[in-house]
């Protein structure tokens, strides 16, 4: 800096030498951003999840039809399968609509032609009492291809609030499509 | 009549930049960037057990939107083919796991959340899964709404 400079600078009187900040250029960025973040705004809505861990099928086919299902069962018929996969299965039928027409656990029905609270909170129970057997680590839900989403969560929040014979919550929850032919067959 | 420079009037513009920035900080920081892999359209199942999962410092899960006719949509875009997008994010998410050293691949330590419509049936559902399933998920979050949420106005 030249002498002449600092001469000048201290020769100024306090108030000639205030520098004033160009703020309009800071305050059109600053409205730019402003725009941007206002226009790619958007409140998403606070979602829950559904954590399940879904193992393959044991089942790749359609589950073969078992004769004991067929009729309501006695109540003293059996609870659930057993099989060498520990898997305990429900049977979901649903009519045109996608409600849940039949819920079976194993060859037990749960729920016949009717899905409201009542018979939820009876499959719940069935489910825990299955369970309790401490033969299943995992469920598999076998269910027709019409059936709706929001109801095959419905089933999915029932199983996944179920606790294994070990007190461990229930996660294994596989997912198998039921062929079409095979349910009016059982429903006939 | 006063002569030019000596009377002219500067606002201040102090307080509206402190305003600006104000509101500039604050809708950085309800900014919601993982929205946009979101189909607000869905009608999602209400059920009163989901909870939001948080995840903060784990991998990125693989959003994937099922509307009620079945088609899927990713990042707001159709997705025509769903079978190659899978794969092609799958070898994405692989040849990332392998950089960071992961080596048991076989099983894919990232989730798939599945976002579908209330109304969609099963069997789309299904397709979509069984297609993440060959390829290695095998972790699932099913989006829903909780009934509080769904409540709301």
Redesign the interface.
């Known amino acids: 800096m030249s002498r002449r400079s600092f001469g000048r600078r201290g020769g100024r009187s306090k108030s000639s030498d205030k520098v004033d900040l160009n ?2 250029a ?2 059109d960025m ?2 730019q ?2 725009t941007f ?2 226009l ?17 099928a044991s089942h790749p086919q359609p589950a073969p039809v078992e004769p004991a299902a067929a009729p309501p069962q006695d109540p003293a018929g059996p609870v659930a399968d057993v099989n060498p996969f520990e898997t305990l299965t429900i049977h979901v039928d ?1 009519n045109e609509a ?1 409600v849940p027409q039949r819920v079976r656990i194993g060859t037990r029905v749960v729920a016949n032609n009717r899905w409201d609270e009542a018979a939820q909170a009876h499959l719940s129970r069935e489910l825990r009492d299955a369970l309790a057997l401490g033969a299943f680590d995992r469920v598999q839900i076998i ?8 109801d ?3 089933t ?2 029932i199983c ?2 179920q606790k294994l014979s070990d007190g461990s919550p229930l996660h294994k929850i596989a ?3 039921r062929d079409n032919a095979v349910q009016r067959d059982e429903l006939n | 009549m006063s002569g030019g420079n000596a009377d002219s009037v500067e606002p201040n513009l102090t307080p509206m930049l402190d305003m600006v920035f104000q509101l500039v900080t604050f809708f950085m920081l309800v900014i919601n960037f993982k929205g946009a892999s979101m189909d607000l359209s869905l009608k999602l199942p209400v059920l009163s057990s989901a909870r939001p999962v948080e995840w903060h410092g784990k991998k990125e899960p693989l959003v994937l939107n099922l509307k009620e006719d079945g088609s899927v949509t990713a990042f707001g875009s159709p997705i025509p083919d769903i079978e190659k997008f899978v794969v092609r994010e799958t070898r994405v998410m692989r040849d990332y796991l392998k950089s960071e050293g992961a080596t048991n691949l076989d099983e894919m330590p990232i989730p798939v959340i599945v976002r579908a419509d209330g109304r969609a049936p099963f069997a789309q559902v299904n397709k979509v899964i069984k297609l993440c399933q060959n390829n290695g998920f095998r972790q699932f979050q099913l989006s829903a709404m909780s009934a509080a949420e769904a409540k709301a106005p």
Request: hydrophobic fraction near 55%; glycine fraction near 6%; charged fraction near 15%.
């Open positions: 703020l309009a800071m305050l600053a409205f951003l402003l973040f206002i790619t705004f958007r409140p998403a809505p606070t979602e829950g999840q559904l954590a399940v861990n879904i193992p393959t649903a996608g269910a027709d291809g019409r059936l709706a989403y929001s095959l969560v419905k999915v929040e996944t609030r997912f198998v499509q």
